[in-house]
């Protein structure tokens, strides 16, 4: 499975971006999606996740109400729709996918990574 994260950029605090991760993968509906990012000199952290189905969604309570994860099959691709953004989402923004239906926050249960875009907030 390939993935490829577009969408990051440099915006001010309190603008949007939204983020895409294109999908190469014949069964989609097999894997489980999410986002990671990682700020520099932290650890890699959960940002939310979904099926492909458009169920089992989880947000880290740090952007809940303030992003949506969504998904296109048609597409192959998953989006997260960033509003409302604060200097402290600064990071670079990963999609994973993981082989399995069921739900995850962990890192360490995902099985592909995409390269990473990066996302800068200034106040």
């Known amino acids: 499975v390939q993935l490829v994260e577009s969408g990051g950029g440099l915006v001010q605090a309190g603008g949007s971006l939204r983020l895409s991760c294109a999908a190469s993968a014949r069964t989609f509906s097999k894997y489980y999606m999410g986002w990671f990012r990682q700020a520099p000199g932290k650890e890699r952290e959960f940002v939310s996740a979904i099926s492909w189905s458009g169920f089992n969604i989880r947000y880290a309570d740090s952007v809940k109400g303030r992003f949506t994860i969504s998904t296109d099959y048609a597409k192959n691709t998953v989006y997260l729709q960033m509003n409302s953004l604060k200097p402290e989402d600064t990071a670079v923004y990963y999609c994973?996918?993981?082989?399995?239906?069921?739900?995850?926050?962990?890192?360490?249960?995902?099985?592909?990574w995409g390269q990473g875009t990066q996302v800068t907030v200034s106040s």
């Open positions: 994973a996918a993981r082989e399995a239906t069921m739900p995850s926050v962990s890192r360490w249960e995902y099985d592909y």
